[in-house]
């Protein structure tokens, strides 16, 4: 446990020393930049090392790794983030540990969300996954919603009980006009936060940028970037 412990604190503090230099590149401060680091696949042992080494903000893309694992973590100073795709048969588990869901992409979803947040008396933060790889009212190949379908979804999640409305969330395209492009592509999702913060000028959050992209993520304003690889390894058992 001591190696593992060694090893996550050299990498994030490597990952710190990139944030760092690229908000410093970006003329940001350092602060205006949150690391949520994604433990899906790893064990609540490196959630809990994690949380000892100063890391306040952790995401699961699986409800059926994350609940189990947030259970045993429960006792721990954590924001818990669910960042993958939601089925609306998980939405009462995920409420239960959650306090932020960054995958909100369809009107059934904000409809199942608020009555789980309801019932379990517990507000939930949500951002809008806005996919760059479909058309303006499409759906994206991960998830997500197209540009023109962001409005209605916001609408819809700041006049729902139990739900706030926090911002945006972006994955790079694969495909698309943006494909390959992950600044442009970044620089697009803040334009759009942009927009939405004239009718919610509380929905700060444009969530972007992983382990290979999170310098253009901060350099095109991202407030939140989501680092797995960088801070936790390679991750086992892919495929």
Known sequence: MTDRRSELAANLAQVEERIAAACAAAGREREEVTLIVVTKTYPASDVRILSELGVRHVAENRDQDAAPKAAQCADLPLTWHFVGQLQTNKVRSVVGYADLVQSVDRLKLVTALSAAAVRAEREIGCLIQ??????????????????????????????????????????????????????????????????????????????????????????????????????????????
Request: hydrophobic content about 45%; cysteine-free; charged content about 15%.
């Open 130 to 239: 806005v996919a760059l790889d479909a058309e303006e009212h499409g759906r994206g190949e991960r998830g997500g919603v197209g540009a023109g379908g962001i409005e209605e979804l916001a609408a819809a999640v700041a006049g729902a009980p139990g739900l706030r409305l926090d911002g945006l969330m972006t994955v790079a395209p694969l495909t698309g006009p943006y494909a390959g492009r992950q600044q442009a592509a970044f620089e697009r999702l803040g334009e759009l936060a942009t927009l939405m913060r004239a009718t919610h000028p509380a929905a700060n959050m444009v969530s972007a940028g992983m382990s290979a992209d999170l310098e253009q993520a901060v350099a095109a304003g991202a407030t939140h970037v989501r680092v797995g690889t960088a801070v936790l390894g390679v991750r086992p058992g892919l495929g």
